[in-house]
């Protein structure tokens, strides 16, 4: 076979993984609870489209994106009448007759958002349906508490509206024992009792469902955990990997005289050295800040990215395996040998960021659909 002719770098996507962290996550819930899927920018970057129809597969019938363009695109993905897709950043985006027609589901931010809102179901004389976001302790998005308190103490304010979800969102859920997590919920309790009618309610994101059934309600919104991302701060990560990223080796060498590596000259290999240098780099999401932290993996063992990463490639130290490799080999990134959490820790981010990341020059597939 041609080595010369394959792809540069690959990523792996595996549909049967996130399949998995989906039902896990599900089996998490208390009896009664729905389970939805985050599949906002991309679906973290794995692909909303091949990602929904999985998850669709499971039985998930709630999505939430952040834009309405990608509602659009889900919509494509997704043309079953019972898939909802809910739009996290509000009724932005589209004329409401966009939003309306796509079937799609505003999440009402604001007061501003509400009357918008109430404005276009009286407009059209149909009760469109909506959530309603109240913050409870992120001071991001949603309804202040005295906006909530008040509104909900007129019994009429809600009734021009078709409000299918009452919705907050958790600041500190990775970490289960932080007491912002108690209170949020304890004010979610507060504003929703004083409702004229009981509503549903949606609270927990994928941290959320490790923090027990007092946070689950009616519908959690996971989506990192779908991704196996880890989603708290303690013990063992129970989500699977659903990603293999690997890049070709394209060049490896024998240092023998003190030589410099990589732009800047800024790193100084003691010889003699092996050194490889590797089909991804910054362009490719490989974030820069790995620079001198990062670390792929080859032929199962760790191997230290040095000098600079570049904006294609980075240079790796093969010194200490026992097999040297050769051009043309793979070095695995992410996938069994590193997660993306620990990819992340090096480079000093979460592996949202990582995801979110991934560029678009990767050979791309789907397995296990
Ligand atoms: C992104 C997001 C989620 C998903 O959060 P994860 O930590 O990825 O599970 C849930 N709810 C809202 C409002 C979000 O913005």
């Not at 309306?100 to 407009?123: H, M, Q, T």
């Not at 409000?163 to 932080?178: F, G, Q, T, V």
Request: charged share 20%; glycine share 10%.
């Amino acid at each position: 076979m041609n080595v010369y002719a394959g792809p540069l770098s690959t990523l792996e996507i595996h549909l049967d993984a996130i399949a998995r962290n989906y039902l896990l996550l599900k089996k998490k819930l208390k009896s009664g609870a729905d389970c939805a899927a985050v599949v906002k920018a991309d679906a973290y970057g794995l692909g909303a489209g091949p990602v929904s129809r999985a998850l669709f597969d499971q039985g998930c019938r709630h999505f939430f994106v952040a834009h309405f363009g990608e509602a659009a695109v889900l919509r494509h993905a997704l043309p079953e009448k019972d898939a909802i897709i809910y739009v996290l950043n509000g009724p932005w985006g589209a004329e409401a007759k966009a939003f309306i027609e796509g079937n799609f589901v505003p999440v009402l931010n604001s007061l501003d958002d509400l009357n918008y809102w109430s404005g276009v179901c009286k407009a059209g004389n149909k009760r469109h349906p909506a959530l309603l976001h109240v913050d409870t302790g992120m001071s991001r998005l949603g309804l202040s508490a005295r906006e909530a308190t008040r509104l909900f103490s007129d019994k009429t304010a809600l009734q021009a509206l078709d409000i299918r979800y009452i919705m907050s969102h958790l600041a500190c859920a990775d970490e289960p024992k932080h007491p912002h997590n108690n209170a949020q919920l304890t004010l979610l309790r507060t504003l929703t009792k004083a409702l004229p009618t009981p509503s549903r309610l949606s609270f927990a994101n994928s941290a959320g469902i490790f923090l027990g059934p007092d946070y689950h309600f009616d519908l959690a919104r996971p989506g990192c955990a779908l991704y196996g991302i880890k989603p708290f701060n303690e013990g063992e990560n129970p989500m699977q990997g659903t990603v293999t990223l690997k890049g070709r080796i394209l060049q490896t060498r024998l240092i023998d005289i003190s030589s410099t590596v990589g732009y800047g000259a800024s790193y100084r290999v003691v010889p003699p050295a092996n050194c490889a240098t590797v089909s991804v780099g910054y362009a490719d999401g490989y974030l820069r800040s790995l620079t001198g932290r990062g670390a792929v993996v080859i032929g199962e063992k760790k191997c230290p990215v040095i000098g600079r990463v570049s904006m294609d490639t980075i240079i790796v130290d093969t010194t200490t395996l026992s097999v040297q490799p050769r051009a043309g080999d793979w070095a695995e990134i992410i996938g069994p040998g590193q997660t993306v959490d620990e990819v992340a820790e090096q480079a000093g981010t979460i592996g949202y960021e990582i995801l979110t990341s991934l560029g678009k020059r990767y050979q791309r597939s789907y397995t296990g659909a």
